[in-house]
């Protein structure tokens, strides 16, 4: 649910720190459970294993004392006997055996109970087997004499053998419940540190300004936290790459539309001194003259803006045809090219590439228009589009005066003009050179069969794993 959504309906916003806690706790307390269950059943197995141990033991304590016993009932003439007097408080308080004889039917020689109740156990069931005896449950067993003339039978109520249990069970219960406590205390103080580096992050992001584009610095981060502090300080840079490119802008920008906003300003003077119909229709030429060159720089300048805010920001790329641009470019210059009597000669093959149509239209518009300002009236521009050696190519030439070697890397320089006297705003290459810088294309001058410039423009293939605009 969005923050918004839940604190307009009232439910509370849980911390991550918080929801660590508790999905902690609940697995803990599982496994707290489950071992401590297990511990349990296994002590509780281990008690009664014992206590078999035990019973067994004494049976054959018993076995080998009440051979002397019988032996002086029948020298003395007695028959069967009660022991009670002779016996140990606690093992007759704890156990009732019986001592048997082996013949056919047995008869019962000694016992420490009521001889009247007959056997505690089937005389075939050798060993150890729970069942009731005198109105309860009790362990049994049933064990032969080493000679096969005694049967030896015990029963142990299992009432008694339960407080042993019980009682381990309350130990292991306290100490479950003092290290569940312990363990908590310790994995929420490890989760604290562990998202301590979110909550010095979430802090410096809360208390600085929106101007403030300073990286955020945290000490030893987990490793899940380090691709998320990188990922926002890049952001913050490129933001403030941004933010410094524009006022660059801004503050060139203004310097240079001085010229063409005085050079406006002179000419509307000139248009009002004028004194002759002829005087005035020239001095409204040179002003609509000047306003046209005002009004191209501008549209430089918010063309050369708006990529610089792509290039600061890396916008995303979709697949193209250059081919198709290109047309379209050559469509809208056309008439241009007419009233300049130039005349365009295009080559067009199929071509795809990745990138951004605004930029790519910028790029091709501003190469043609170059060679129409400096190619001579009457010339011929040849725009070429093709495959080559797996790359993607537009190649603009001109008729003009071309660029000497030693200047080939100041023209691409903002508000950088070769010849002064041109109309040309020194933005144009710029342009260019930005729209290539997104694309990963790079840019080649050189010496055209028209006599004047030729600029090709290298874009990789759509095939090319690394054809996408710089992200």
């Known amino acids: 649910m969005p923050l918004e959504k839940a604190a307009a309906t009232g439910m509370p916003v849980w911390s991550l720190q918080r929801r660590l806690l508790l999905l902690v706790a609940i697995a803990t307390l599982i496994a707290w459970l489950a071992g401590g269950a297990a511990t349990y059943f296994i002590s509780h197995r281990q008690s009664e294993l014992l206590s078999d141990q035990r019973m067994q033991s004494v049976a054959q304590t018993l076995l080998t004392l009440t051979d002397h016993e019988i032996d002086e009932m029948r020298l003395e003439g007695r028959g069967l006997i009660r022991v009670d007097e002779d016996q140990d408080p606690a093992l007759a308080h704890r156990y009732r055996y019986q001592v048997w004889s082996a013949a056919s039917p047995p008869q019962l020689l000694l016992t420490n109970g009521n001889p009247k109740t007959g056997p505690i156990a089937p005389f075939d069931q050798v060993g150890f087997v729970t069942r009731q005896f005198e109105g309860a449950a009790a362990r049994t067993i049933v064990a032969w004499s080493d000679d096969r003339a005694k049967i030896l039978q015990i029963a142990e109520p299992l009432e008694l053998r339960e407080p042993f249990a019980h009682a381990a069970f309350g130990s292991l219960f306290v100490l479950f419940l003092v290290s569940l406590a312990a363990l908590l205390l310790v994995e929420a103080w490890m989760i604290g540190r562990a998202t301590g580096a979110l909550q010095e992050s979430a802090r410096q992001l809360t208390q600085r300004s929106p101007s403030d584009l300073r990286p955020i610095e945290v000490s030893s981060p987990p490793r899940e936290?380090?691709?998320?502090?990188?990922?926002?300080?890049?952001?913050?840079?490129?933001?403030?790459?941004?933010?410094?490119?524009?006022?660059?802008?801004?503050?060139?920008?203004?310097?240079?539309?001085?010229?063409?906003?005085?050079?406006?300003?002179?000419?509307?003077?000139?248009?009002?001194?004028?004194?002759?119909?002829?005087?005035?229709?020239?001095?409204?030429?040179?002003?609509?003259?000047?306003?046209?060159?005002?009004?191209?720089?501008?549209?430089q300048l918010?063309?050369?803006?708006?990529?610089?805010?792509?290039?600061?920001?890396?916008?995303?790329?979709?697949?193209?045809?250059?081919?198709?641009?290109?047309?379209?470019?050559?469509?809208?210059?056309?008439?241009?090219?007419?009233?300049?009597?130039?005349?365009?000669?295009?080559?067009?093959s199929p071509c795809e590439i990745n990138g951004m149509e605004f930029g790519v239209a910028s790029?091709?518009?501003?190469?043609?228009?170059?060679?129409m300002r400096y190619g001579p009236a009457g010339g011929e521009i040849r725009v070429t589009v093709a495959p080559r050696d797996g790359h993607r190519l537009a190649i603009v030439e001109d008729a003009g005066p071309g660029i000497p070697a030693e200047e080939?890397?100041?023209?691409?320089?903002?508000?950088?003009?070769?010849?002064?006297?041109?109309?040309?705003?020194?933005?144009?290459?710029s342009i260019v050179r930005t729209v290539a810088e997104v694309h990963q294309a790079r840019i080649e001058l050189d010496q055209s069969e028209l006599g004047g410039l030729r600029v090709s423009v290298v874009f990789p293939s759509v095939s090319d794993p690394h054809t996408h605009p710089r992200a």
Request: hydrophobic residues 45%; contains cysteine.
């Open 302 to 348: 918010l063309t050369l803006s708006r990529l610089d805010g792509m290039l600061a920001l890396r916008t995303g790329a979709s697949p193209l045809r250059l081919d198709v641009i290109a047309g379209h470019v050559i469509d809208e210059v056309r008439p241009l090219l007419g009233r300049r009597g130039q005349r365009i000669e295009a080559d067009l």
């Open 408 to 429: 080939r890397e100041h023209v691409f320089e903002r508000f950088y003009r070769l010849f002064s006297d041109s109309d040309g705003c020194g933005i144009g290459l």
């Open 225 to 299: 936290v380090q691709p998320l502090v990188r990922e926002i300080n890049a952001l913050f840079r490129r933001f403030a790459s941004a933010l410094e490119t524009e006022r660059r802008f801004t503050s060139s920008a203004a310097h240079e539309l001085r010229t063409p906003l005085a050079a406006v300003k002179v000419h509307a003077q000139v248009a009002q001194l004028t004194r002759t119909a002829p005087e005035r229709k020239q001095a409204l030429e040179q002003l609509i003259l000047a306003i046209d060159r005002a009004s191209h720089m501008v549209d």
């Open 363 to 371: 790029l091709l518009r501003n190469l043609i228009d170059n060679a």
